[in-house]
């Protein structure tokens, strides 16, 4: 059974950086790509980053480029986000997602497994 | 302001065959497949269709999908009570060079 867990989440500063986690098993985790989805308090979806099987391509959303970087450790089987100078805005519960294929980008491709979410707070 | 757009809203009774459109460009849905997501109250989104028109095993032939040039439409059909959700349409989009999505659509069963 596909599983996804994220954990890191919490308050911090305007400015403040954080880093999520995301612990994946029941699948060969090197095989697959992985994004990260958050969705604001009564918002809805926005894809944040992405990064192929191997870790060698990554993609960002323009909205946190340059600030988000993600990364993963296949050896531990787990994803990360690591948050920098955050701001009001990226307030949101942030969401692991299993690609279907080793890339990405293009198509065919989608999210076919979900964690249950991590929610980060900025505020002072 | 959403890459994909969507209805905000859609309505049906039960047994009723509603759609949800979802409209967007040559760089996305004009050159990719595209997916929708179900999101029940509370939780997390969830695979509903993929590459377009294709159901996961466990989702209902009720739920069926199509594509047709820039735009994409979910149709449900035998609407019930626990279709009410919120419902994201997503695809790749090659000028961005990234994942976009609908700005969803809440479906209310009445």
């Known amino acids: 059974e596909v599983q996804l867990v994220e954990s890191g989440g919490g308050l911090v500063q305007p400015g403040g950086s954080l880093r999520l986690s995301c612990a994946a098993s029941g699948f060969t985790f090197s095989t697959y790509a992985m994004s990260w989805v958050r969705q604001a308090p009564g918002k809805g979806l926005e894809w944040v980053s992405g990064i192929s099987g191997s870790g060698g391509s990554t993609y960002d959303a323009d909205s946190v480029k340059g600030r988000f970087t993600i990364s993963r450790d296949n050896s531990k089987h787990t994803l990360y986000l690591q948050m920098n100078s955050l701001r009001a805005e990226d307030t949101a519960v942030y969401y692991c997602a299993k690609e279907h294929n080793y890339y990405v980008s293009g198509s065919p491709n989608y999210f076919d497994y979900w964690g249950q979410g991590s929610l980060v707070t900025v505020s002072s | 302001q959403s890459v994909l757009t969507q209805p905000p809203s859609a309505s049906g009774t039960p047994g009723q065959r509603i759609t949800i459109s979802c409209s967007g460009s040559r760089s996305n849905i004009g050159s990719n497949t595209v997916n929708w997501y179900q999101q029940l109250p509370g939780t997390a989104p969830k695979l509903l269709i993929h590459s377009s028109n294709q159901r996961p095993s466990g989702v209902p032939d009720r739920f069926s999908g199509s594509k047709s040039g820039t735009s994409a439409s979910l149709a449900i059909s035998g609407l019930q009570s626990e279709d009410e959700a919120d419902y994201y349409c997503?695809?790749?989009?090659?000028?961005?060079?990234?994942?976009?999505f609908g700005g969803g659509t809440k479906l209310t069963v009445l």
């Open positions: 997503a695809t790749w989009d090659a000028s961005l060079n990234g994942r976009v």
